[in-house]
């Protein structure tokens, strides 16, 4: 649990287009990293190669390396299917299975894996909606459809069940950005918890997100349309948004472009 990433010298291309260029960035352990940078500057393109969930766009593929402790994810032997589960990645607009139900969906990544043992099914339901601060209020209708919740439960399902899995890292893509202002705290606040069992990564088109649940901030930008995304930036958070070390990061941060 709680891996570190080694990301280094990272370029994505779809088919011809390079997105992003050169990107090289540790990853501590039980941390949480924020990307932050204006649209189109890569962010989700990153993210995506760290669980190569890249591959399912045709054309798209990178270089470079990216290790999760020392071990390399794009190795000839690993096997794609199995990386998305060590590093688990929750998405922009919740997405459960909406007929099936609470418990299942939170399970639904352990019964693929051959899990059938009911007792283990639950218990880990359980937890996994403890741990997405979710428990209180769904432990009465765990067999009511997981399409039945407001948009922030269902965004903590889905945490829930990217947790079940055990990941030893959790992308996650603008997970508030389709939330309301008390589902967006109650998200932040499982970011701050989470950390402490998982390695996090998240997009952000929000600063203040960034700067509230991050301990390191990414800054990419481009130079131009058409020009592919590049790290400017790499930085202690607090550090980031008080004295920024570029000038770059400086006027992103101030507001003055993005
Ligand atoms: N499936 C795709 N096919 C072709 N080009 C793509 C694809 N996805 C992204 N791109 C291009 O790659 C570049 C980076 O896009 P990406 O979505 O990673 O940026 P982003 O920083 O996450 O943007 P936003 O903040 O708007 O979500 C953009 O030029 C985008 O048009």
């Not at 960035?25 to 940078?37: C, D, E, N, Q």
């Not at 390399?72 to 139900?101: C, E, H, L």
């Not at 959790?170 to 389709?178: K, N, R």
């Not at 930008?221 to 980031?240: I, S």
Request: overall charge negative; glycine content about 10%.
């Amino acid at each position: 649990m709680a891996k570190r990433l080694d990301i280094t010298d990272l370029n994505v291309y779809y088919g011809k287009f390079r997105a992003v260029k050169d990107v090289s960035l540790k990853v501590p352990p039980r941390s949480v990293t924020a990307f932050i940078g204006p649209s189109g500057c890569g962010k989700s393109t990153v993210l995506r190669t760290l669980n190569r969930m890249h591959e399912v766009t045709p054309g798209a593929y990178a270089t470079g390396e990216v290790l999760l402790d020392g071990e390399d994810i794009y190795g000839k032997a690993i096997d794609p299917v199995s990386v998305r589960s060590t590093i688990g990645m929750v998405f922009q607009r919740p997405n459960p299975f909406p007929t099936m139900s609470i418990r299942d969906n939170v399970v639904a990544g352990l019964k693929l894996q051959g899990e059938r043992n009911g007792k283990k099914l639950n218990e880990v339901a359980e937890r996994s909606l403890r741990g997405a601060n979710l428990w209180d209020e769904v432990k009465d209708r765990l067999d009511k459809p997981g399409g039945g919740l407001s948009g922030g439960q269902q965004q903590r399902l889905c945490i829930a069940r990217a947790i079940a899995v055990e990941p030893d890292v959790l992308l996650m893509d603008e997970p508030c950005s389709a939330l309301d202002p008390i589902s967006t705290l109650a998200i932040e606040d499982l970011i701050g918890e989470l950390k402490r069992d998982f390695t996090i990564v998240i997009v952000t088109h929000n600063m203040q997100q960034a700067a509230r649940v991050s301990d390191q901030t990414a800054f990419f930008n481009l130079e131009g349309v058409g020009q592919p995304g590049q790290l400017v930036e790499f930085n202690n958070t607090e550090a980031m948004f008080s004295h920024p070390d570029k000038q770059e990061t400086e006027d992103y941060i101030s507001g003055r472009f993005g």
